[in-house]
């Protein structure tokens, strides 16, 4: 079936960095495109970015455009999220996923992680 476990979320000072990790099992993770999302509370999962099945594109929510970057390493089956100059809006539980087809939308992704926790002190 598969699994994703996420790590590196905490807290984080605005201006600053966060870096979070998305490690697969189960499935062959080079065949699938990833992708993060967020959810704060009382709000709808969001976008955040996604990254085709070897990395070769990206895309991001405007939110996030030119402080957020995605990658993924293929040999050690984790997908990475960069999280630089930090607001406090961003603050939310992060979610990776995996999907057959690059999208935004979360109903396309298949396998999700449990989340971490990011909170953005200002």
């Known amino acids: 079936q598969g699994q994703l476990v996420e790590a590196g979320g905490g807290l984080g000072q605005a201006g600053g960095s966060l870096r979070l990790f998305c490690a697969a099992s189960g499935r062959t993770f080079s065949n699938y495109g990833m992708g993060w999302f967020r959810q704060a509370p009382g709000k709808e999962r969001d976008f955040v970015a996604a990254i085709s099945w070897n990395g070769g594109r990206s895309y991001y929510a405007d939110s996030v455009k030119g402080r957020f970057t995605i990658s993924r390493d293929n040999a050690e089956n984790t997908v990475y999220l960069q999280m630089n100059s930090l607001k406090s809006e961003d603050t939310a539980v992060y979610y990776c996923?995996?999907?057959?087809?690059?999208?935004?939308?979360?109903?396309?992704?298949?396998?999700w992680g449990q989340g971490t926790q990011v909170t953005v002190s200002s």
């Open positions: 996923a995996l999907t057959s087809q690059l999208a935004t939308t979360p109903s396309l992704y298949n396998i």
